[in-house]
């Protein structure tokens, strides 16, 4: 059984046993977490959302994605800017999906 859940403005397609990375999240590792706005679950679909529906899980690891590095540059100016940025996430196992 799989449910489609929303957090942080995506929506992700999940299963049980299944790591994902998400945007951020409070909480440290081994803290459970549970997502309440499930859009899909067990077959049945919301209107916008599942009542009595949830996905529980588990925070494996707070962590920082690889660097982009964005650099510009104008031709013949003498002109160019670099900027570099890691995003944060949280690596969640899901342990429990319950279609309510």
Known sequence: MFAVIRSGGKQYKVAKGDVVDLGRLPGDAGAAVTFGEVLMAGGKVGAPLVSGASVKGEIVAQARTDK??????KRRKN???KRGHRQHFTRVRITEISAG
């Open 79 to 81: 002109t160019h800017r």
């Open 68 to 73: 982009i590095v964005a650099f510009k540059k």
